[in-house]
C-alpha cells in the first residue's frame, strides 16, 4: 500500500444528511484520507442501501491495494446512522452512537438540507416552515451539540457546512432556500466567534449546483430538478448547460469538487475559521455587492 501519511488517520467524522451525491462525494474523500466516517440521514431503506454500498465500495477498493485477507482484518471505518436533524434528542443520540463507536468524534459535516421552488406570492407557510426546520433549526441543533461534544472532548474539532452560492446571490422562485440557507450561513459564522476560543473551527462550503456523484444523484435536485426546467424551458441536459455556462471557467460543479474544499477546511491546511470556499466555478452575481 502507498505508505503517504493520511492526513485524517485516527479523525473520525460525522456526515448529516448524507446519502446524496455530495453526501457520497465527502464521504469517499473523507475515507480515502484516513478518517473513520459515520454517514447519517434521516433512518430507513435509503439510508441503508447508502451505507452498504460505501462500505462495499471501500472494501472493494482496498483489495486493489492490498490482500483480502487484511481486508476482512480491517477496522470498521464507516457506520451508517439514522438521525433527524430537527429532533434535539436524535441529534445528541446520533453523536452519543460515533462516540460510542469510535470514542471521540473530530469533524462534523453539515449537510442536510431540503429546497421549495416557489414565489413568494405563492408560497405556502407550511412549505417555507418545513425548510425552515431543516436548514436553520437543523443547523442549529446540530451546531450545538457539535459545540458541546467538541468542548467537552477538549481536543478542539472542525465544523463544516454546506451553505450555497444563493446565500449571495439568490434566485427567483427559490426565495424559502435562499432564505433558509442564508440563516444556516449566519449561524456558521456566528458559531465560529463563540466556538474558537476552545479551538473549534467553523467554516462554510458554498457551492451551485451538483446534479449527482457516481450513481448517486442530488437530493435537492431530485425534489427541485422538474420545477427549475420547467421555470426555464429545458430538459435536463439543457439544464445542466446552462449551470455550466453561466460561471466564468465554463466548467461543471461536481461533488468531488465540493469535496475537496471540505477537505481544505478538515485537514486545517490553514488557520482559518468564519470564512467560506466558493465552489462555483466563478459567479460574478455572487461576489459581495
Not at 26 to 33: G, T
Not at 198 to 222: C, H, Q, T
Request: aromatic share 6%; with cysteine.
Amino acid at each position: 500500500m502507498n505508505d503517504k501519511p493520511l492526513p485524517l488517520k485516527d479523525k473520525v467524522a460525522l456526515i448529516t444528511g448524507a446519502a446524496g451525491a455530495i453526501g457520497y462525494a465527502v464521504s469517499q474523500a473523507l475515507l480515502e484520507n484516513g478518517c473513520c466516517v459515520a454517514v447519517s440521514d434521516l433512518p430507513g431503506q435509503r439510508l441503508d442501501d447508502f451505507t452498504a454500498d460505501l462500505k462495499k465500495q471501500w472494501f472493494d477498493s482496498l483489495r486493489l491495494l492490498t490482500t483480502l485477507s487484511k481486508v476482512e482484518g480491517a477496522p470498521e471505518k464507516i457506520i451508517g446512522i439514522g438521525l433527524d436533524v430537527t429532533d434535539k434528542d436524535s441529534v445528541a443520540n446520533g453523536f452519543q452512537s460515533v462516540i460510542d463507536t469510535w470514542g471521540k468524534i473530530n469533524i462534523v459535516v453539515i449537510n442536510a438540507g431540503i429546497a421549495l421552488v416557489s414565489t413568494l406570492i405563492e408560497m405556502d407557510i407550511e412549505a417555507f416552515r418545513r425548510l425552515e426546520k431543516v436548514n436553520v433549526e437543523g443547523t442549529l441543533l446540530t451546531l450545538a451539540e457539535a459545540g458541546r461534544r467538541f468542548i467537552k472532548q477538549g481536543i478542539g474539532g472542525d465544523i463544516i457546512i454546506m451553505s450555497t452560492k444563493n446565500v449571495p446571490s439568490p434566485s427567483a422562485g427559490f426565495g424559502a432556500y435562499s432564505a433558509t440557507k442564508a440563516a444556516c450561513h449566519q449561524l456558521g459564522r456566528i458559531a465560529s466567534l463563540e466556538f474558537a476560543q476552545y479551538d473549534i473551527r467553523v467554516n462554510m462550503v458554498a457551492p451551485d449546483a451538483v446534479f449527482s456523484e457516481g450513481r448517486y444523484k442530488s437530493g435537492l435536485w431530485e425534489t427541485v430538478g422538474a420545477e427549475r426546467m420547467k421555470a426555464r424551458g429545458m430538459d435536463e441536459k439543457q439544464l445542466q448547460e446552462y449551470y455550466l455556462n453561466r460561471n466564468l471557467l465554463k466548467t461543471k460543479v461536481t461533488g468531488r469538487d465540493v469535496a475537496n474544499a471540505v477537505l481544505f477546511f478538515a485537514t486545517r491546511q490553514t488557520p482559518t475559521t468564519g470564512a467560506t470556499i466558493p465552489v462555483d466555478g466563478g459567479l460574478p452575481d455572487a461576489t459581495p455587492r
